[in-house]
Structure formats: C-alpha cells, structure tokens
C-alpha cells in the first residue's frame, strides 16, 4: 500500500466588528473595503480538518461535516487546492529528494465542533483550516500573511481566521489580489479580559446568502459607496487605535455603529436585505439600555448576516451583561455559573416584560489563537473519513 | 352676548414618497432635504377643524380630539397662531372699518375621522387644518403656498396636507425659512388611477418620536448627509418627472428606494432607530415577490416612523395586489368587494406559510384633495366643543 501523507489542524471562527460586505472583484473575492475581525475561542468554536494525499487515491475528495462535497463543482475550493498545489510543485523542483505529493490527489475530512445549525459563518473557519492544513502536509514555507491571500480565494473572511486575537484584512489595491491580505493587528494576549458571547436565535430562517446579498448591494445602495469609501477607512484607523489602546469605550461605539451600518446598507439593496428580526432587535434595545444605565458602553453588539448576536464585553463585566441577558432568556441553553439572572438598578422594567423564548442557546467564549497543528486526526489507516 | 366668528375646514393626510427626516433649523422647522407627498382622500382620513374667536372668550383654547390641549405650553401652536394674529392684523390695518378679530381669543376645535390608534401621523393635517381654518376665519389674503410656510413651522410635513394631489416640500435656501414652503407638483385628477391601501399593524407600539429621532439621525448617522446632499436632490428630480409622466415604473421604484433608504438611516443612527417590525418587513417580502411575478412593479410599498404600511398602486392592478394582501390578511377589518383574496399564479407559496394576524385593519384609499371649507362646525352656539 502507497503511503498517506496527512496534515490536521485546527482554525478558529471570526466575527467581524468593522464589517467586510461587497467585492470589487467576485472572481478573486477582492474586497470594496477592509475590516477587521477577532478570532473566538477554539475550545467553542473551532474548524478541525485533515488534508491526506496518497498514491492511492484516485480523485480529490472533501468530506465536510460528514458528507462528501463535490469538489469538481466547487471552484472556489479548486482554486485553493490549485494554488497550494502550485506553492508544493515549487518545492519539490527546490528539492529533488522529496515525495512528489503535488501529483497526488487529497482526501480532505473536515468537521466543525459547532453545529450548522448554530448559524454561524463556518466557511471562514472552514476554509482557513483547509488551507492550513495542506499547507503543513506539503510543508510550504509560506507566511500565514501569504496562506492567506489563498484563504481569501476560498471564501473572502477566512483569510482572518488565519490569526487569532484581532485581525484586519486589508483591501489592497493591486488587481490581481496580490495585497489584499490578513495581518495580525494584536494577540489574544495583547487584551485578556476580553469576553464574547453568542446569542443563537431560535428558528432563525436562512436569509439571502451573503455572496449574491453583498453583490445585490454593490450594484444598488446608493449609500453603500460612500460607505465603502468614506467611512470604513476612518474607522479601521480607529479600531487599531482602540485595540491598541485596550479602549473598550472606542471599541464598543466603533462595534456598535458598523454593525448598524451593515445593516443600514442592506436595507439600502433593492429589494432590501433584512437579517435582523425582532427579537435581533430586542437584543439590540436590551444592550443599548444596559449601556446607558451603566454610563458607558459594557456590551457591545454585532450581527453578521443573520439574526445571532454577539456580544464582546469586559471581564469585569461579565455579572452585568450576562446577567441581564441570563435574565431575560432564563430557558435558553449555555448558561454557566459565572453570572445569575439580574437585571441592573435604574434599567427600564418595561423593557424586560414580555421576554423569554427568542434566544435559544447562548455560547459563553472568549478571544482565541489562531489555527493550530493538532494530533488528532480525522482520517483512518484507509484515508477515509473516521 | 358678543358676537362668535368662526370658520370650518378639513385637511389630508399625506404620506411621503420621498421621506422628510432631518432639521437644520429645529426652531423654524427647516428640513435638510426637500420632499414630496401624495395627499390622501378625506372621505377616508381627514381633520375637520373649526376655528372661532369672539371677544367672550378669556383666552387661546384647543381641543383635540375632545380633550382639550394647553396652549400655553405649546410653543409650536403658538407660533402658527401669532404668525396668522399678525396678518389679520394687517388686514385690519389696512381696512379700517373691519373687525379686530386679532385682538380675540380664539376657540379651536380639531377633531380626526379615523381613530390615533391607527398609528398615522396626524400632526400634518392637523396643523394643516389650523392654519387654514384660522386663515379663513382672519379672511387672510395668502396663498396656499403662504400659508405652507406657517403651518410648517407647527409641524413639518403640515405644510404638504395644504394642498392635494402630488406636493413637494422645496426646502429653500434662506436662513428665515421665507422659501421652505410646499407646492403642487400635480392634481388628483392628473394621475386619476392612482389608489392606495394602508395596512395597520396588530399591537404597534409606541416608537421613537419623529423629532427627536430625526435629529439623533442628523447628530450620529454618517450616511445621512450623503442621502440629504447628493441623492434626495436627484430623486427629486425623477419623482417630479415620474408623476408627470404619469410612470408608474418610475413612481414606485423611487417610492420604496426611498422608504428603505429613510429607515436604512434610522438604523444607522446611534442608537439605532427601528419603526418596522417583523411584520412590516414581511409586508415589504409579500409586495416585492409579487412585483417579482407581475414582472414589472405593480405595488410600491412605503413606511413612516412606524410599523404600518402605505401601498400606492393602480386601480388596473386592483384585484391582483389588494388579492394577495386580502389572501394573506383574511381577518383584518376594511376589505372591500373591490379585490377576492387570491395569490396569483407563480407566487412564492413558501412566503404565504404562517401569515394571519399581523395585519389587523385595511384603510383602501385614494388619492385625495387639499383643504376645503365645510359647513359642519365643532363648536355650539357658547363658543365650546358640540
């Protein structure tokens, strides 16, 4: 029996707080403007996947969550295979000895820890631990700054699960996507005491699917241009600076606003774009009440293309945000003994009325690393799916 | 016992296809940006109001919708009442021998035909209707047009229910508000087939109010002056030309741009703004699939700053838009024998899944005329509320 070569590793979810949303080339998944994102926790949230290649196998296969994909329909995953290929035939011609693993096809097993269900956008990890993963089997020498602008291809947020703690991913401006790539804004260490927790709101409905929903807002907000332009490049500078400085205030506000603002462009798309509903809302009421009883921002909210919170916060904190929330969805799953139900003095009792049932599940979780080799491997001595 | 004078008029509610949000002047009430109305028929929604003076009477008095208000505290009703005091006064001047009727105190009586509950903006026809009816009490010389400019400054948007048909609201340049007045873009009868359905939303709560939602909107959202500056102007311009051209295409693709771009801002605001709620936001899914199936737009949906939606349509497309919404709103009061439910051929059936209760009361309207005297007087022969 011809060898199997393998790889695992594990990647982290992101969730943006200046948001990435239109591209300015969809074949290159080149963005109309940078964000940045923070990387959650992989005990929560993490992307497991083995890349193998072998003698053996006679055609590419991606086992993802348990069933096989059809990678000859995928083009996105093509061209990141093609291009890491591409990287591994380099070394082998740098090389002479080494195994040709670049002619060898991949069985690539891949598992979330999450589940879909969750509604969380797992394509980011996903795609990030997919190319890290065969970038260790083929042993590449590239940074995860250059593995990135591979991530991208697949699917445009991956490329900042290639970090932990926070992330930017910034636009560039070279046509062929060459600087349009993830860099390390701080560790994870950098800002300890920073928290997130994820509201998953029950029966959320699949909306538009954010690939034809940004390109719908592209070709028809006549606000999100000047978005795009005018306002995300203030804002980045601003989030670095709030990083930097561990300015949870700054933070929080810049959070806050561009996670409305995203939404503010979808509603902008014709026919609009709606992923907030109102128990999205309700959260959102909660959160802004919460800060203004507190006289200063404590939670800060966000909402990718779905109606699940997030919300980061300060250790400090963690009484008086999660309490409130544990308060108003006492049912919902995931509560841990960290904060009981409490609702702060001052804060407007009728909003707490008519609570209960909107939130589903909650996951308590923090500020993450970046993808990691792990020992525990997916594939079996055959090089199928365990 | 001294003489009662006394005048009569009703005023339209209008509701803005190109949506007024934004002061920059609070006190004389100057918009940010023009915009433009569709008056509705009184025979469905008006304010009749009867304004009276008499030397009899010890001071200013209103009573609104039969309770009665405090003048004295309502800076905005004082303004129009001495605006219209001091050109009676004029008239006085200059006709010697007329009564000094600026020298009474005056007894208003105002009084709507549909209930507050409703949720409709009711301050533009009621300010419309005071200003008129106390300008033909005074027997005042101004135009509509004039007049526009006092009832402005009670509310807004009052200055378009001076007029019916199609009004804009010109927002003017000067500092003293002299040309921040209304006028008639068109009539009724210029566009006679245009009709329009109101669906009021079950248990809608109490949101933001409109003044001080539009100016956290001017203070916070970075998208606003965009919208003001650079693209109201220009779909001014296309409105304007829409409806003399009696183009429907053109009428109601600006009607909800517009309207989604008004609440795109709001929630771009900080914190956010939200006056559409989960059933508004079906409404808006409902109008668009069937646009999507009539292959061209036959219903253009709009919403104020609240949950209730405005549907402006053809009556050639009757039976097909009023079907749909009648389909899926079966319980609410107000359908007529215009329009069976029916959901045409080729609709999305997904999207009729679990609809009802929503919806608990139609208002099928038309357009309608501008203020007209009546007859009919609120007040007895003692100066009070009949």
Avoid at 208 to 226: D, E, I
Avoid at 247 to 258: V, Y
Wanted: hydrophobic share 40%.
């Amino acid at each position: 029996m011809p060898q199997i070569y393998q790889a695992s590793v594990t990647a982290p979810v992101n969730i943006a707080v200046i948001k990435y949303w239109g591209k300015r080339c969809t074949k290159l998944n080149l963005p109309t403007n940078s964000s940045l994102s923070v990387a959650l926790s992989q005990e929560n949230l993490r992307t497991l996947t083995t890349a193998s290649c072998s003698e053996q196998f006679d055609k590419d296969i991606l086992w993802l969550n348990g069933s096989e994909e059809n990678v000859a329909s995928n083009s996105r995953l093509i061209i990141c295979i093609e291009n890491l290929r591409l990287l591994r035939s380099r070394v082998e011609k740098e090389n002479p000895g080494s195994q040709t693993l670049s002619k060898m096809n991949l069985h690539i097993v891949s598992e979330n820890n999450f589940p879909t269900a969750a509604g969380l956008a797992s394509s980011a990890a996903g795609f990030a631990a997919l190319v890290y993963a065969i970038a260790n089997l083929y042993k590449l020498p590239q940074s995860e700054i250059q593995l990135s602008r591979i991530a991208r291809q697949g699917s445009g947020s991956a490329c900042r699960s290639l970090f932990g703690g926070y992330t930017s991913w910034e636009m560039g401006n070279n046509d062929d996507g060459s600087d349009s790539q993830a860099q390390q804004v701080a560790t994870k260490s950098h800002w300890p005491d920073m928290k997130a927790a994820i509201l998953i709101i029950s029966a959320a409905k699949k909306g538009v699917s954010s690939t034809s929903g940004m390109q719908a807002t592209v070709a028809t907000s006549t606000l999100f241009t000047y978005r795009a332009q005018h306002i995300v490049p203030i804002r980045m500078q601003e989030m670095k600076k709030a990083i930097a400085a561990r300015d949870f205030q700054s933070f929080a506000e810049l959070t806050i606003k561009d996670s409305n603002q995203f939404h503010a462009v979808c509603l902008d798309t014709m026919p609009p774009i709606f992923y907030l509903n109102d128990t999205s809302r309700y959260i959102i009421r909660l959160a802004e009440e919460l800060n203004r009883v507190a006289g200063k921002y404590v939670a800060a909210y966000t909402f990718d293309a779905g109606p699940n919170a997030v919300l980061y916060y300060l250790s400090e904190n963690t009484q008086l945000v999660l309490g409130l929330f544990r308060e108003c969805y006492r049912k919902a799953k995931g509560w841990s003994s960290d904060a009981r139900p409490c609702v702060p003095e001052g804060f407007n009792l009728g909003l707490i009325k008519n609570v209960g049932t909107g939130v589903c599940q909650v996951i308590l979780t923090e500020v993450g690393d970046g993808p990691k080799e792990t020992d525990e491997s997916l594939i079996n001595e055959k090089g199928l799916p365990r």
